[in-house]
T-cell receptor
Framework: KAGVTQTPRYLIKTRGQQVTLSCSPI?????VSWYQQTPGQGLQFLFE???????NKGNFPGRFSGRQFSNSRSEMNVSTLELGDSALYLC??????????????FGQGTRLTVV | DQQVKQNSPSLSVQEGRISILNCDYT??????FLWYKKYPAEGPTFLIS?????DKNEDGRFTVFLNKSAKHLSLHIVPSQPGDSAVYFC????????????FGKGTHLIIQP
């Protein structure tokens, strides 16, 4: 069974630009979550989508947004990029439905560098 | 304020010995606890989890212990192997059905031959 696929793996953007990252979850998984990893802050939760609806959101500004499609694939968008947005962006999928506890499986991440 | 704390940024253990990684949390409402392992340039890999209704879960060389009264979680790896060298994150999930995980900042485990 294929794992979580994130594209692209690496990206370089300039300040002020916007960027879209893509995540394909494991087949059959309906929940997709996004995380930002930086050396200083560790792994921080951005948001979670389930059945095309944002179900949970972390403490990030409105420049960070996402969506999920009917096939469970998800995209994350960051507008007006800042230098501090340079990070590894990780996507995780899980089978979990409401009230169930299952582990999340992570992709390899997209390394975004803002210059 | 950090809700999940891993107070040891790094830990060095001799091959064959036991590795003990610790994690403290602040919110007694957290109901599910997980450990992830991460190699450089890869996403975290799920290791083991435990529900708040249990105090121990074992999977091969990995055992997770949960002390709810102390709000403390630990991961034991025995015996430690060179391939265990990685960064280990503990993560918690709150009740209410949301999937967002709150992670600690990680502990870099180094297994020495």
């Amino acid at each position: 069974k294929a794992g979580v696929t994130q594209t692209p793996r690496y990206l370089i953007k300039t300040r002020g630009q916007q960027v879209t990252l893509s995540c394909s979850p494991i087949s059959g998984h309906r929940s997709v979550s996004w995380y930002q990893q930086t050396p200083g802050q560790g792994l921080q939760f951005l948001f979670e989508y389930f059945s095309e609806t944002q179900r949970n959101k972390g403490n990030f500004p409105g420049r960070f947004s996402g969506r999920q499609f009917s096939n469970s694939r998800s995209e994350m968008n960051v507008s007006t990029l800042e230098l501090g947005d340079s990070a590894l962006y990780l996507c995780a999928s899980s089978l979990r439905g409401q009230g169930l506890n299952t582990e999340a499986f992570f992709g390899q991440g997209t390394r975004l560098t803002v210059v | 304020d950090q809700q999940v704390k891993q107070n040891s940024p790094s830990l060095s253990v001799q091959e064959g010995r036991i590795s003990i990684l610790n994690c403290d949390y602040t919110n007694s409402m957290f109901d599910y606890f997980l450990w992830y392992k991460k190699y450089p340039a890869e996403g975290p890999t799920f290791l083991i989890s435990i529900s708040s209704i249990k105090d121990k879960n074992e999977d091969g060389r990995f055992t997770v212990f949960l002390n709810k009264s102390a709000k403390h979680l630990s991961l034991h790896i025995v015996p430690s192997q060179p391939g265990d060298s990685a960064v280990y994150f503990c993560a918690v999930r709150g009740g209410g059905g949301a999937d967002g995980l709150t992670f600690g900042k990680g502990t870099h485990l180094i297994i020495q031959p």
